[in-house]
Nanobody
Framework: QLQLVESGGGSVQPGGSLRLSCAAS????????IGWFRQAPGKEREGVSC????????NYADSVKGRFTISRDNTKNTVYLQMGSLKPEDTAIYYC?????????????????WGQGTQVTVSS
């Protein structure tokens, strides 16, 4: 059914790390790109990073480059977002989403399936 379930969110101090997980249905990662998105309070949802079945990665947000890394484990049908050097401005609900195909689209409309999101709060 191509469902996605995020986990791993929580509250951390600035400078801390979290690893988010996006559990997908069987073989999803073999056919579809998976993206991470986030929405901070009062702000528009933005793309963070995306990984294709080929393993090719697209980074959307300049603000997280060098700090966040997307990866996958195909045997577990899981995509991860490793977040380090977390900042208060990283506070957001983080969503994973499945693309319509194998490409990492720049448009969220091309991601038809979304998880419920997981809250990440970075504060002292």
């Amino acid at each position: 059914q191509l469902q996605l379930v995020e986990s791993g969110g929580g509250s951390v101090q600035p400078g801390g790390s979290l690893r988010l997980s996006c559990a997908a249905s069987r073989s999803t990662l073999d056919y579809y790109a998976i993206g991470w998105f986030r929405q901070a309070p009062g702000k528009e949802r933005e793309g963070v990073s995306c990984i294709r079945p080929s393993g090719d990665i697209t980074n959307y947000a300049d603000s997280v480059k060098g700090r966040f890394t997307i990866s996958r484990d195909n045997t577990k049908n899981t995509v991860y977002l490793q977040m380090g050097s977390l900042k208060p401005e990283d506070t957001a609900i983080y969503y994973c989403a499945r693309a319509a195909g194998s490409y990492c689209s720049a448009y969220m409309a091309n991601f038809p399936s979304w998880g419920q999101g997981t809250q990440v709060t970075v504060s002292s």
